[in-house]
């Protein structure tokens, strides 16, 4: 009888996966807001892809049997679908990768502590296959970004209008100015606010413009009535010129 080699999953029990990394999701209200502007407007982006996966600050199991894992301020996984997740275990998504991820700034990344999380972040992106990755910080007001070129992640020279090949959507941005991003439509992220404010706003154009259409009608329904209004009259006075004797062409 020939022994079969035991695999990893008959060596390795089974371990309890956290759904938290223990660190909180942002320090001020300037990254929360970045952090939920970028994951809603790819959200709403991708609203109509169901395989399209876009999450924010959840945990990321690259690997099983091991507690290694990273929670990017924002994330996409092309390829996978849509739902609740308590972290994303990669084993059970196919094998797939995130392929974008997102990290916004605060001041605690800028002591040494924080530099080094962010090494140790750019480390684990480039070893387990983030594709695109991009940090801002809204206070320096500074971008970089990273495009992967086999097995590493390489500096993007230039972010000034960069369009991300993966998401296609263009990064507005100056050195010194606040970061603006663009759908491929053309269409600017927006915060929940200033969304609502355009929603209300086109409420307030639909309002508007069915009220220019019904008083439309009802100057019609005027116009109508008076036409009919009309000839009533010259009929009445047709009957009365017959009544005469009056042959109404006449007076044609």
Do not use: C
Not at 113 to 137: H, M, S, V
Not at 142 to 160: E, K, N
Request: negative net charge.
């Amino acid at each position: 009888m020939t022994l079969q080699p035991l695999t990893q999953e008959a060596i390795a029990p089974e371990i309890d996966y956290p759904d938290s990394d223990g660190n909180p999701m942002s320090d001020n209200t300037e990254q929360f807001s970045w952090i939920v502007i970028i994951k809603e407007n790819l959200e709403m982006m991708y609203a109509n892809y169901p395989n399209v996966f876009v999450a924010g600050d959840l945990v990321w199991y690259p690997v099983r049997y091991t507690l290694r894992r990273m929670a990017p301020d924002v994330m996409v996984a092309f390829g996978r679908p849509k739902g609740r997740r308590g972290s994303y275990k990669q084993w059970l998504e196919d094998n797939i990768a995130p392929q974008v991820a997102f990290e916004i700034l605060s001041p605690s990344n800028k002591d040494s502590r924080g530099i080094d999380a962010l090494d140790e972040k750019f480390t684990f992106y480039e070893t387990y296959g983030i594709q695109e990755y991009y940090i801002y910080d809204p206070d320096e007001l500074t971008l970089a970004g990273w495009q992967r070129q086999g097995d590493h992640l390489m500096p993007i020279l230039s972010m000034s209008n960069w369009v991300s090949p993966l998401l296609g959507i263009r990064f507005d941005w100056e050195a010194g100015q606040e970061l603006g991003l663009f759908r491929p439509d053309g269409q600017q992220f927006l915060s929940p606010v200033e969304l609502d404010q355009l929603l209300q706003q086109s409420k307030i154009q639909v309002w508007q413009e069915q009220q220019r259409v019904i008083q439309e009608r009802q100057r019609a329904d005027q116009e109508r009535q008076r036409a009919d209004q009309e000839r009533q009259r010259a009929d009445r006075l047709a009957e009365q010129l017959r009544a005469l004797g009056i042959a109404p062409d006449d007076y044609i």
